[in-house]
C-alpha cells in the first residue's frame, strides 16, 4: 500500500493550487495528486487551440510545476475509496492511505436529456479533456459550416476562435443576445456587435429543437422552425459537478449535486475537503446556492484548502463567489465582476448605477490607444459596491479585477473617489479622467 499524507484527487487547475498551497504551509507532510490525464490542458485557454494557439501541445500545464514543490503525481484513476479506513483504490490496482483528502474533480460537459440527435456522428461538446479535443480539432480540418449552441464564454471564444480561421460559425443562444447571463444587456449588446463584425453569425432568442441527421450531422433545428446547416455541432451548453466519485464514498452533496463544505472548503468529515467545479458554491452578497464555475475561483478555493489542510485561520476564509469574469473578442475586451445592475434589482437591492467612458492611455493621441468604459453598480443606502463592468483594452482584464477586489473589501463609492491610484502615459488611463474614478463620480452625484 502506497502512503501519503495529503491525497489530491484531480490534477487540473484546483488540483495543483492545493497541493503547491498545502506543501508550501505544511512542508513536513507529504502530498499526492491523483490525475488520470497523461496531460493536463490550461483550462482558460481551451477555447484558443481552435484558432490563436493552433495545437493543444501549446495549451499544457507543466509537471514541472508539482515536481519543484516537491508534490507527487501518480497518474492513475481512483475509483473507490473508504472515509473511514482512509484509504482508495485505483483502476491500475494500487491501494493509497491518507491523511487528508481533497475532491479536486472539476466538472463535466452537460447535454440535456431533452435534446434529440445530440448522439449523432460529429457532435461535440468542449471538456478539459486533450485526446477528445485534439479528435475535435482533426475533424474541424475538413469543416466549413460550423453551428455552436450556447452562447455563454465558451461559446462565444470557441467561436471567435474558429472565425479567425475562416470557418463559417453560427451561434445559436436562446436568450436576447450573448453572454446575457453575465453583463447587463449594454455590455452583452456590445459583445455580439463585436462578435458579427468580426463575421461570427449569431441566432439569439431562439433555441435547438433538435439536431438533423440520419446518422451523421446534417444541420440543426430551431424551435422557431428554422434549419441551419451544417457540418459539425458544438454544445457548449455548461457543466456538472464530477461529483459520482465523492456520493459514492458518501460524501454529501447539495440540491445542485455539488460537494457540500464549508468556508474553509471542508466536507461534513473535517479531514475531507473539496475545491474547485466540484465543490458548492455560495454567492457573495445572497449566500444563495451558486453555479457558477470558473478556475479563478477553484485557484481561491483552493489557496484556502491549502492552507487549512492541518491549521484553520479565522481571516482565511472562503467568503462566496463574487464571479469575477473577464474575455477579449479581438482588440476589445469585456469583464465584469459581482452582480449586474439587472441581477441586483431582481435580487431586491436599491442600486444606483453610473457608467463613465474614458481612454486606457494618456494622451489619447498615442499609438494603440483605447476606448475604456467602467460601470459600477452601487448600493443607495449605503454606497457600497456591488458590481461593475469593464468594455476597453487589453488592460480590461486587470480593471476588473480591481473591481473584485473592491467588492470583496466591501469598499464604498467615496472610497473609490478618495483613492490614489498611479498612473503612466503608456499604460493607464489619465489621472484627470481616470474612468473607474469618474465612474464612481457620476453614481456619487446620483445618490
Not at 70 to 86: N, R, Y
Not at 339 to 345: F, I
Request: proline share 4%; hydrophobic share 40%.
Amino acid at each position: 500500500m502506497e502512503k501519503t499524507d495529503v491525497l489530491i484527487i484531480g490534477g487540473s487547475a484546483s488540483g495543483i493550487v492545493t497541493a503547491t498551497t498545502g506543501k508550501s504551509n505544511y512542508p513536513n507532510k507529504e502530498f499526492m495528486v491523483v490525475r488520470k490525464e497523461k496531460k493536463v490542458l490550461v483550462p482558460c485557454g481551451i477555447p484558443y487551440i481552435f484558432g490563436s494557439l493552433e495545437s493543444s501541445e501549446k495549451n499544457l500545464v507543466p509537471d514541472a510545476v508539482l515536481d519543484k514543490a516537491g508534490v507527487k503525481l501518480k497518474v492513475d484513476e481512483v475509483i473507490s475509496l473508504d472515509q473511514a479506513k482512509k484509504t482508495c483504490k485505483t483502476a491500475d490496482g494500487a491501494e493509497i492511505s491518507f491523511d487528508k483528502l481533497v475532491f479536486a474533480t472539476g466538472s463535466t460537459t452537460k447535454i440535456p436529456k431533452w435534446l434529440k440527435g445530440a448522439d449523432k456522428e460529429d457532435v461535440f461538446t468542449v471538456p478539459k479533456d486533450k485526446d477528445y479535443l485534439d479528435k475535435v480539432s482533426a475533424r474541424l480540418k475538413n469543416c466549413e459550416k460550423i453551428v455552436v449552441v450556447g452562447g455563454g464564454f465558451i461559446g462565444v471564444e470557441v467561436s471567435d476562435e474558429l472565425n479567425k480561421s475562416g470557418k463559417d460559425v453560427t451561434i445559436v443562444e436562446i436568450l436576447p443576445h450573448v453572454l446575457t447571463l453575465a453583463f447587463d444587456e449594454e455590455i452583452a449588446m456590445k459583445a455580439e456587435e463585436t462578435l458579427k463584425s468580426r463575421g461570427v453569425k449569431i441566432k439569439s432568442g431562439a433555441g435547438v429543437k433538435e439536431i438533423l441527421g440520419s446518422k451523421k450531422v446534417t444541420g440543426v433545428l430551431l424551435d422557431n422552425g428554422e434549419r441551419l446547416d451544417a457540418d459539425i455541432i458544438i454544445l457548449s451548453m455548461g457543466y456538472s459537478p464530477n461529483t459520482v466519485l465523492a456520493e459514492e464514498a458518501g460524501v454529501k452533496l447539495n440540491e445542485k449535486g455539488f460537494i457540500r463544505v464549508d468556508e474553509y472548503m471542508r466536507t461534513d468529515n473535517p479531514d475531507v475537503f473539496a475545491v474547485g467545479d466540484c465543490a458548492e458554491k455560495k454567492d457573495f452578497f445572497t449566500r444563495k446556492t451558486s453555479s457558477i464555475m470558473l478556475a479563478s475561483t477553484a485557484c481561491a478555493e483552493a489557496r484556502i484548502a491549502g492552507m487549512s489542510l492541518y491549521k484553520l485561520s479565522a481571516v482565511k476564509t472562503f467568503g462566496g463567489t463574487i464571479a469575477i469574469f473577464a474575455t477579449a473578442l479581438g482588440e476589445t475586451g469585456f469583464g465584469v465582476a459581482g452582480l449586474t445592475e439587472d441581477m441586483a434589482r431582481k435580487e431586491g437591492f436599491d442600486v444606483v448605477a453610473g457608467t463613465f467612458e474614458g481612454i486606457d492611455k494618456h494622451p489619447g493621441t498615442l499609438p494603440n490607444t483605447n476606448k475604456q468604459m467602467v460601470k459600477l453598480i452601487a448600493a443607495r443606502d449605503s454606497g457600497m459596491i456591488l458590481g461593475g463592468g469593464v468594455i476597453g483594452g487589453p488592460s480590461t482584464g486587470e480593471l476588473t479585477n480591481i473591481i473584485g477586489f473592491a467588492i470583496q473589501n466591501k469598499m464604498t463609492i467615496n472610497s473609490l473617489l478618495t483613492a490614489q491610484v498611479g498612473t503612466h502615459p503608456l499604460v493607464t488611463a489619465p489621472p484627470t479622467a481616470y474612468p473607474l474614478i469618474k465612474a464612481a463620480e457620476v453614481v456619487s452625484k446620483k445618490l
